[in-house]
């Protein structure tokens, strides 16, 4: 067996806070041979992106290496000098980083950006490496492969700009790219033709790769094999298929069954019942730009439906709308059969207090001054008017409620909190106005998958208990099998496609909710040859999206 | 010429000493990826900063008196200069040491965490609050009182016509230097900080409203603010004075007052810009959003909601804003239209006795008292600012 | 390009509607002036007929609206009328054909701060912003710490603190530079290098600590974006990351620091021009806000907040002309 291309012994990394350093990564071992793609996968936190970088020799300011090993054939990484890291860096390692709008230089055109690393490393020529350049946007299938590298980053879209900062990587033919959650950013359908496009790349060039993601799909797709993390140490490494079905650890059976939680569906409302609410034929704009079209839909009670759509579709601007934040232009919403004031600076306080809302970010969403006590109870006292040990009685009830100890966190600020946690009390304080509606916008996109399912399953609770409707935003198909009964889907501020669950997951589907169906990953090593199978490869991603 | 060529050669030395130096430094650490990676810049920077340090050392062992016989005036003041910053260093962080181990948990561990600046700074304006409120009860003499011959130098040398009884001389018309100093920072120190507040008032309130209620009232008020601050604030205060002082004797009200409502108007303009940006960055957050669905209404967003999170970018600013206020007041005195004798003011005094520095090389007490009256500015805005900006640091460090 | 045009032209408009309203307010807060400008200008000696006589030359007798825009000719017109000061004398002491007007006071005066303004620039800038960059390189080195003391220090400091230190220093007590700046006309122009070497270094040492501290401030956040980070993931070299990507992208934060700066030496100017007894526009605002010889003080006040939003706006204009993003539109 050859020495492996990139060997990690014992890797330590630690970080500062307040003076002082602490640890990020305990002592991890890492093989990587010419050829192969190694997938990186972990929540928040688990150090994946510092282990993608410390393979280059590189860690981030306020950041250090402090024990262990980094060899990149054979070269010792850690102590070489400044000058030959430099030489390898670019030239043999080439970097893919998340945000690729914010990793490309404005002031300069994306071709310059590209030919930079081999003119600086002597690989080639300007001119030749401008042709290479180009002959790769072709090979990454970007429009108009000729003329785009001389555009500016700005004027590319998110999907193209990853896919040019891919070919940037390979100018200079590099041994090893360091993927960083290239398409996190990206919509379901932008993301499909990256992957596609790297996959190709890496294989055709037969470059070693480290892909970091947190997403279990898209690394079954990328990774011959995987490496699982949590919080700074190794939880178990195995090739894909053998990782996906059949898994060792806990931690990773636990990751893995994320994905089957599904809540029993429910029958559908009674056809002469009132809605809950009702959104009859909203029209609506920011300034003069129309940014909704004639939006209907019901929400029955006990009932919750999933709006869907991509980035910019309009899904949460419908909600402003339902809340009265941005009054309609054209069209009302019903609550329980009586139109609502469009503003909510003119509805009542009842009225108000019937419309709850639960948020993306809890971050931004609980004031970080007051504590627990003092968010849940404001609701409690404003609407119910209750004072003193009722008040403290009904806050503690609703922590119970959620699943937390009041005790331990009645007196805690925000900031003490973790994601999940602050979730929950932005669920509480919800629930504090016993409200019939709630409106959770992308509530779980921000957390962590097994985070995310336990705040799914409390929702499902709190509804069956409570009679709850919510209309639940969100831009993630398995969020929208776990929790819903009805599904909307918005495209381009219209509603394109509604029903029922079941139906809306079953075929027939309508040619954009197929696409969105279609385009989202699954555990499947073979999902992506299979589809691009299918559907051919100049078939899919944003190329689809136009030819509807 | 020879002194550029000196000049000159001593740059040429320091040049080749940075070469051998990062040498000797990475035979002897054996290629230690201190020297290794070091650039010549680097190395350029470390022997400059010797040479200077050097030099300083050098110099501030030079005699007191030249051998003419006459004082080294330079030498003198440079000793003092040196004296002075070691000891107000030593004042910090004995005032530090302390402050890490009597107080409670918090702060402590504030202390703790403390620059020495920082500690200089808060050590600074204790002291000056001390004097500022018990000035009547420090100073030997009263602020009008006139007590003798005039006689500016100080040190109270009878022999240069001194009386040890006012160690800092007497001013032109015979009132005791130290009890003006000391009763400067009462007035000067006193009035800036009415003016601060009354700014924040204003400024504060207008600034909230405008981020929270949105609408025409905040293009109202932002162009007016737009306005006021295309007019360079101590021309206008200057513009503004000229009319006061008209206005002032027919009124018979105090020039004084007029002063304090020219300048927190003026001021109130950066405060409401600042207190604008604070509230429209909180307005966005969706725990506001939260509370306007509730239906609470505007005191309880304000109050409860936006004000207990911009407390912090506030009160950094309002110490920005009291340095900037008490700067423009002494210019204002310093140009003989603000604070009005016979109250005693630093700005004034300043520019009552500056033309004594003139007779630094003959006596280097005469340059003594007008400096001790600037620098009185001086280290007070100085404090603040290190105060301020070790806040400044500690927040933006807590969002990272 | 259209866009951008369209942009500019917006600024340049915008400017010139503050200027005018800034015009209006120094002509209401003038006139909020109580009694009449006559027995101001005559004081203790008015006597009926003079008082009338001054009415009439001022055209006191017409409406507020109308000497407004008559002001307002006049400003455009450089007919800046003549000053009280000099009518006072006139109509006290008879005579009348030697008075000099408000433009023949301010023209000297003001190339001559126009040159202080310059001498303190040229040092101050790239003294500034080379300082500026390495404290940023150097960050939370012994340098970028003293650096940081030093300046907040200066920036503490008010002006006349520092003028008197450094004629202390410079002046008294080893006698380099001279400490008063008596210029004249058609003096040789480094003698008036020289004689105007001290007020220009108080005024350096002040705006070189702001800028110094902007620009610092300035490239620390641009070292921090992702494209920089990626740019020494390319192996390139230390100097080339900032040369060619930091540089491009640092140049409209600096082009803001350097007008912002200047702007603010129109303020300082004042102050340190009276300590050095400099015949700048400064020194003659004060010697005319003492006297309250309103002509010139409403001149002098225009010409300050003129030059402020012209900086400013210079400012605004340069820093979207170095917008990549605005300059090529998608």
């Known amino acids: 067996m050859p020495d492996p291309l990139v060997k990690i012994r014992n890797l330590h990394i630690e970080g500062r806070s307040d003076e002082s350093w602490s640890p990020i990564i305990n002592g991890v071992d890492l093989d990587l041979n010419k050829g192969e793609v190694l997938g990186l996968i972990g929540e928040s936190g688990a150090g994946k992106s510092t282990i993608g970088l410390a393979a280059m020799g590189f860690t981030r300011d306020g950041v250090r290496i402090s024990d262990g090993t980094v060899e990149f054939d054979g070269i010792d990484m850690v102590n070489a000098s400044a000058a030959k890291k430099r030489a390898l860096l670019g030239k043999r390692i080439a970097y893919v980083a998340q945000s690729a709008a914010a990793s490309f230089n404005p002031a300069h055109r994306l071709i310059d950006q590209h030919t930079e690393g081999p003119v600086q490393h002597g690989v080639a020529s300007r001119a030749q490496s401008q042709e290479d350049g180009i002959e790769l946007y072709r ?71 480290i892909y970091i993601t947190h997403d279990l799909a898209v690394v079954a797709q990328m990774a011959d094999k995987i490496k ?91 909600a402003r709308c339902i809340t009265g934040l941005l009054p309609p232009r054209e069209g009302h919403v019903e609550f329980e059969g009586e139109a609502m004031p469009l503003d909510y600076k003119a509805r009542s306080k009842e009225q108000l207090r019937q419309v709850q809302m639960i948020y993306q970010m809890a971050d931004t969403a609980l004031n970080p001054r007051k504590t627990i006590a003092q968010i849940i109870g404001r609701p409690v006292e404003f ?142 090593p073979d999902w992506l040859d299979n589809l691009l199978a299918e559907r051919g490869v100049d078939n899919i991603g944003d190329a689809a999206v136009d030819k509807m | ?123 600074v304006i204790l002291i000056y609050a001390f004097v500022a409120i018990f000035a009547g009860a420090i100073a030997p003499h009263g602020q009008e009182e006139i007590l003798g011959a005039a006689n500016v130098i100080a040190g109270g040398d009878p022999a240069l016509g001194g009386d040890p009884a006012y160690p800092l001389g007497t001013d032109q018309i015979g009132r005791d230097i130290l009890s003006r100093l000391i009763y400067g920072a009462q007035n000067t120190v006193g009035i800036a900080f009415i003016t601060t507040i009354l700014a924040f008032l204003l400024g504060g309130t207008f600034g909230f409203l405008a981020a929270t209620l949105g609408g025409w009232l905040d293009q109202l008020l932002s162009r007016a603010v737009d306005v006021l601050m295309a007019i360079p604030s101590l021309i206008f205060a200057l513009l503004l004075m000229t009319i006061a002082t008209v206005w002032a004797p027919k009124l018979g009200i105090p ?140 927040s933006s460090g807590l969002k990272e | ?51 009338a006589t001054i009415r009439r030359d001022l055209g006191l007798d017409q409406p507020l609206v109308l000497r407004y825009f008559d002001w307002l000719r006049g400003m455009l017109t450089l007919d800046l009328g003549t000053s009280f000061s000099q009518l006072n004398r006139v109509s006290n002491l008879g005579g009348g054909s030697d008075t000099t007007t408000v433009v023949e006071q301010i023209a000297p005066r003001l190339s001559n701060t126009l040159f202080l303004a310059a001498v303190t620039a040229s040092i101050a800038v790239p003294f500034s912003i080379t300082l500026g960059v390495l404290a940023a390189l150097y960050r939370n080195t012994a340098f970028d710490r003293s650096a940081n003391i030093f300046t907040l220090s200066s920036i503490s400091s008010p002006e006349f603190f520092m003028a008197y230190v450094l004629i202390l220093f410079l002046a008294v007590l080893n006698p380099i530079l001279p400490s ?16 105007s070497l001290l007020p220009a270094l108080t005024l350096t040492l002040v705006v070189t600590a702001h800028m110094m501290r902007m620009t610092r401030a300035a490239i620390i956040n641009l070292l921090a974006s992702p494209y920089i980070e990626m740019a020494r993931l390319k192996g390139l070299s230390p100097m080339r990351v900032i040369v060619k990507h930091a540089l491009p992208n640092a140049l409209a934060p600096i082009i803001n620091v350097i007008a912002l700066n200047l702007a603010y030496l129109i303020t300082g100017v004042v102050v340190v021009e009276v300590v050095f007894v400099y015949p700048g526009i400064g020194q003659l605002f004060v010697d005319s806000v003492k006297i309250r010889d309103i002509p010139v003080v409403q001149a002098c006040c225009l010409i300050f907040a003129a030059a402020y939003i012209l900086l400013n706006l210079t400012a605004d204009i340069l820093s979207i002309l170095s917008n990549p993003r605005l300059r090529h539109p998608k």
């Open chain 2, 1 to 123: 010429m020879s002194g550029s060529m000196i000049f000159l050669l001593g740059l040429a030395g320091i040049a080749a000493m940075a070469f051998l130096f990062r040498l000797a430094g990475q035979k002897a650490t054996g290629d230690a990826p201190k020297f290794r990676d070091m650039s010549y810049g680097e190395a350029f920077g470390y022997m400059l900063a010797a040479t200077l340090l050097i030099l300083a050392v050098w110099y501030y062992f030079q005699p007191k008196v030249t051998e003419a016989g006459m004082a080294n005036a330079g030498v003198v003041f440079f000793r003092w200069a040196v004296q002075g910053f070691l000891i107000f260093a030593a004042a910090a962080w004995l005032f530090r040491l302390l402050g890490r181990n009597v107080g409670t948990a918090w702060t402590r561990k504030l202390f703790r965490q403390m620059p020495l600046t920082a500690s200089f700074g808060i050590l």
């Open chain 2, 255 to 394: 020039l004084t007052w007029f002063m304090i409502v020219i300048i927190a108007v003026i001021d109130s303009t950066r405060v409401y810009r600042l207190a604008r940006a604070v509230g429209l960055n909180i307005v966005v957050m969706d725990y506001i959003e939260a509370a306007k669905l509730r239906g609470e209404g505007l005191g309880y967003l304000v109050f409860k909601e936006i004000l207990p999170n911009a407390t912090a970018p506030l009160l950094a600013e309002f110490g920005l804003r009291f340095c900037f206020v008490f700067l423009t007041i002494a210019a204002l005195s310093f140009l003989g239209v603000g604070i009005q004798p016979p109250l005693a003011d630093w700005g004034t005094m300043v520019r009552d006795l500056a033309q004594f520095i003139n007779f630094a090389a003959f006596s280097p007490m005469a340059a003594v008292t007008p400096l001790l009256a600037a620098g009185a500015i001086a280290l007070l805005t100085v404090g603040v600012n290190f105060v301020v900006d070790w806040m400044l640091h500690k």
């Open chain 1, 383 to 524: 609407y119910m008017g209750l004072k003193g040990s009722a008040l403290r009685d009904r806050v503690d009830q609703l922590l119970d409620q959620i699943e937390l100890d009041p005790a331990q966190f009645r007196n805690r600020l925000p900031s003490e909190l973790s994601g999940g946690q602050k979730q929950r009390i932005g669920i509480a304080r919800a629930l504090a106005a016993e409200p019939r509606f709630i409106i959770c916008d992308e509530v779980t996109s921000a957390l962590d998958q097994l985070v995310a399912e336990g705040i799914l399953r409390l929702l499902a609770r709190l509804q069956d208990e409570l009679g709850l409707s919510y209309m639940f935003i969100t831009h993630d198909l398995a969020t929208v099998r776990a929790i819903s009964d009805e599904v909307v889907v918005m495209k381009d501020g219209k509603v394109v496609d509604r029903g029922p669950k079941t139906e809306m997951f079953r075929p027939p589907h309508h040619a954009y909710t197929d696409l969105l169906l279609s385009s989202v990953p699954e555990m499947d």
């Open chain 1, 139 to 209: 090979k990454l299938r970007l429009p108009n492969p000729d003329q785009i590298g001389f555009r500016y980053p700005h004027q590319v879209s998110g999907g193209q700009l990853q896919r040019a900062m891919t070919a940037m990587a390979m100018s200079c033919r590099p041994d090893l790219i360091i993927f960083d959650e290239p398409t996190t950013a990206l919509d379901v359908t932008t993301q499909i033709e990256v992957l596609a496009a790297i996959r190709e790349i890496v294989e055709e060039f037969d470059t070693a790769a």
């Open chain 3, 1 to 51: 390009m259209n866009s951008i045009l369209r942009i500019i032209l917006q600024r340049l408009g915008l400017g010139l509607l503050t200027l005018f309203v800034v015009s209006i307010v120094i002509f209401v807060a003038v006139n909020l002036l109580p009694g009449d400008f006559a027995e101001l200008i005559l004081g203790q000696g008015a006597t009926p007929e003079t008082v």
């Open chain 1, 228 to 318: 699982v993390l949590l919080r700074g140490d190794e939880v178990e490494e195995a090739d894909t298929r053998t990782m996906l079905s059949s898994p060792k650890e806990d931690y990773t059976k636990s990751l893995w069954a994320v994905r089957s939680f599904e809540r029993p569906e429910k029958p559908p409302a009674e056809p002469d019942a009132v809605p809950v609410v009702s959104v009859k034929g909203v029209t609506a704009a920011y300034g003069k730009v129309d940014v909704l079209h004639d939006v209907s839909f019901d929400i029955h009670a006990g009932r919750t439906v999933a709006v869907v759509g991509e980035s910019g579709s309009g899904k949460s601007t419908a």
């Open chain 3, 180 to 195: 008063l700046s008596n210029i004249y006309q058609g003096m040789p122009f480094w003698e008036r290098v020289e004689k």
